[in-house]
Structure formats: structure tokens, C-alpha cells
């Protein structure tokens, strides 16, 4: 089972440059990006790393461990804090 938590991020995979607007839906142990119906990606918690907190109207920033390119960018401080309330320890700044 997923929760919707945002409409409105901004996706870049690290190899294209172009951002793709995506909605994430977390589960118990993934955050999945997704395109309309289509997964894009799915991200463990634990490979999750942040970038950068919110401070509006600056977005909340999620990297990726492994790529390191990839960026999430999200608008809303409280969907942002509600990927963040779930990340290991080790993941937070």
C-alpha cells in the first residue's frame, strides 16, 4: 500500500538535465516517483539523502546515495517533512 503525499515535485535523474514533473507516493520502505501512472523510479528510504531543507519559497531538496546527480524537488515544506520524518538517522543533515 502507497500514500500519495505530492502532486507537485520536480524530478531530475541526474543524466538529462530536464526536469519531469512527478508524484510521490510513499510506502513502508520505498518513495516512488511516478509520471501519471508510470513508475519512474523508486527510491529505499535508506538510499535517500538530503540535499537541502526547506525554506520557502526555496523547495526541500532529496538526493540519492547511489546517484548522486539525481535530484527531487519539493515546493510544499510539510510533504517534504513527511519523506523526511521517515529517513534512517544517518540519512539526515
Do not use: C
Amino acid at each position: 500500500m502507497s500514500i500519495s503525499i505530492s502532486k507537485s515535485a520536480k524530478y531530475y535523474d541526474g543524466r538529462t538535465g530536464n526536469p519531469q514533473d512527478v508524484s510521490l507516493h510513499l510506502t513502508r520502505s520505498t518513495l516512488r516517483l511516478m509520471s501519471g501512472d508510470e513508475i519512474l523510479e523508486t527510491w529505499s528510504m535508506n538510499a535517500i539523502t538530503v540535499v537541502d531543507h526547506p525554506a520557502p519559497p526555496v523547495p526541500g531538496i532529496f538526493g540519492h546515495n547511489k546517484n548522486k546527480d539525481a535530484r527531487i524537488y519539493i515546493d510544499d515544506a510539510r510533504e517534504w517533512r513527511r519523506i523526511y520524518d521517515r529517513l534512517p538517522r544517518s540519512s539526515k543533515k
